[in-house]
């Protein structure tokens, strides 16, 4: 964490805190990723809660800050979310908020979580989120109309018309020019989603846990050209909880824990569509403002790093963040470095070892969390089946719209 | 189920209208053209139009016609059509000195090439909602 020194010179003896600590992350809980819910979103949180308490070994009692996401895709009207949900677990707090920022929601959380550590204003502050996308496919009239003012809603009255509420063409869109301007192939976007499922077949916890091949990938149906289905993030239920606290209050638990080391953040005045002449859609300069700021906080490289999980949605995404965080050479050469084994087990980094949003799953707004669950996981030495051997630096990545936004994070292993 | 879509789309524009909206959608069905909204100050065409400009805040713009040629950046298909019959052909057109605008490609997705030339053209929605839609040239 870049360290903020107070230095009063005013003379007066006035006790000032110092606003400098530094953040841990010393309790984790990840859900199974699944594609129907198995419980209420409600009682999600709940479990979740638990599980990151009993995990870190801190009672109900000793938390002091609550923050979460909202409950999902929800036909309900729900404000007030984390009063609610406060309540519901009995937790007093001296801070409570709700963050929403679509597929950076669960990332601005922890973000949020972690300067109110830093400021010394909580001590123990949870940080919760789930997600699940309610079906309304039996109610015709309402799908309807959500259908017509959704799209309105969320992507304006001028694009809403033409691009539905799932925002899988203009991604596709992004692909095309992508694979058009790099010269990269459909067979180069389905060996990247097999090299996926083979992550994923090692974490118990993951959507898809079966290995695929070349030919499944570009066999399943066109989602919108020339996305096929299989080279899509699947539609996903699942959650995530992280409990904060100080280094100093995480060295006295005598185990392994991770530092945040550094978040950085970018968001371009855009939203889904390309609109500025001036903006690629093929470099994603949230990615690479995002990253540049939280390397430089951190003071290190995408060449320090042991281990990332990353936002890739879609599987041209995922290759050009690779090269937009710093990991493959240039642009367009994702690809290769996926078919070199430099994003895997024995090379540069692991990148992904969950699967990704492709293969492991993608419970959008618990998304970023999950990550950090991850890292965490890889950094403490406890991902059985896919553990980064000696990972000392990870990083996680998070998005909102077309990559219009991005929020990265560092972390490091604490003895 | 056309005319619930529809009425649920006007209802939906109706709603979000900003001052911006009510005439853009008025302009496009009673003159057929394409306008957007340009600064008088910094001289600034925004598209989605706006009642203010976003890149100096001048709080007053004027219309301007658009209509014309683009150039084809980028187009797919959208399995969930759900306003215009599948196959729902849609894509993103460069339209010069204002930008990159999504919008509804009236063409076959085998017949479309990147970079090629396409012309503005109203699409009749209903007959209170008129669109844009970009058709190839020649
Ligand atoms: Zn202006």
Redesign the interface.
């Known amino acids: 964490m870049h360290r903020i020194r107070c230095i009063c010179r005013s003379g007066s003896n006035r006790k000032v805190s110092n606003p400098s600590e530094e953040v841990a992350i010393v309790g984790i809980h990840a859900t199974p990723i699944t594609k129907k819910r198995n419980r209420s979103i409600r009682e999600s949180f709940a479990r979740i809660a638990i599980a990151t308490l009993k995990d870190a070994g801190v009672e109900p009692k000793e938390v002091d800050g609550l923050v979460t996401t909202p409950p999902g895709i929800n036909p309900d009207l729900v404000i007030m979310y984390g009063a609610f949900l406060g309540k519901y677990l009995g937790l007093d707090t001296r801070m409570l908020q709700v963050i929403e920022n679509g597929g950076a929601t669960s990332a601005l959380a922890l973000r949020a979580a972690a300067n109110e550590i830093a400021l010394g204003r909580v001590k123990r502050c949870l940080v919760v989120s789930a997600d699940e996308r309610y079906r309304m496919n039996d109610d015709m ?1 309402q799908m ?2 959500f ?3 959704a ?3 969320l992507q ?9 509420g ?1 925002p ?3 991604y ?3 692909g ?2 992508y694979m ?1 301007e790099y010269d990269v192939s459909s067979k180069e976007l389905a060996e990247l989603v097999v090299h996926l499922r083979n992550h994923a077949s090692r974490h118990p916890g993951a959507q898809f846990q079966k290995p695929t091949t070349v030919e499944e990938v570009l066999g399943s149906p ?5 996305l096929t289905l299989h080279m899509c993030c699947p539609v996903s239920t699942g959650g995530a909880g992280v409990l904060l606290t100080t280094v100093t209050e995480a060295k006295k638990l005598g185990r392994p824990f991770t530092r945040i080391a550094s978040f950085g953040g970018y968001h371009e ?1 855009e939203h889904f ?5 001036d ?1 690629d ?1 093929t470099t994603y300069r949230s990615a690479i403002n995002a990253s540049k700021q939280a390397y430089d906080m951190a003071g290190v490289g995408p060449k320090d790093l042991d281990v990332a999980e990353i936002y890739g949605v879609y599987a041209p995404t995922e290759l050009m963040l690779y090269e937009d965080l710093g990991f493959a050479a240039e642009k367009g050469s994702g690809a290769q470095a996926v078919r070199d084994g430099r994003l895997t087990h024995g090379g540069d980094l692991v990148v992904n070892p969950t699967g990704g949003r492709i293969a492991y799953g993608h419970p959008a707004a618990a998304t970023p969390l999950l990550e950090t669950v991850e890292i965490a996981h890889q950094l403490r030495g406890t991902a059985t089946g896919r553990q980064v051997d000696g990972a000392r630096w990870g990083l996680t990545h998070a998005e909102h719209g077309c990559l219009n936004g991005s929020v990265v994070t560092t972390y490091e292993a604490m003895a | 189920m056309k005319e619930q879509i529809d009425a649920y789309t006007k209802r939906a524009i109706d709603h979000h209208d900003d001052g911006a909206t009510g005439e853009y959608y008025r302009l496009l069905r009673e003159t057929k053209k394409f306008h957007t909204t340009k600064c008088p100050k910094c001289e600034h065409t925004a598209y989605p139009p706006r009642p203010f400009c976003p890149a100096c805040f001048h709080d007053e713009v004027d219309w301007v016609d658009i209509s014309g040629e683009a150039t084809l950046y980028a187009f797919t298909t959208q399995s969930r059509a759900l306003r215009f019959v599948a196959p729902d052909v849609i894509g993103i057109v460069e339209v010069p000195g204002v930008g990159r605008i999504a919008t509804k490609i009236n063409a076959k997705l085998s017949d479309l090439k990147i970079g090629q030339k396409v012309r503005f053209e109203p699409f009749e929605v209903s007959d209170e909602l008129v669109v844009h839609s970009y058709t190839p040239v020649g």
């Not at chain 1, 304006?156 to 539905?164: H, L, Q």
Request: no cysteine.
């Open positions: 009239d309807l109309r259908g017509a003012s799209n309105i809603g304006g009255s001028y694009d809403g018309i033409y691009v539905g799932f899988v063409p203009i596709a869109m992004s095309q020019r058009h066109i989602q919108s050209a020339p005045a569509l390309p609109v500025s002449l903006r859609f």
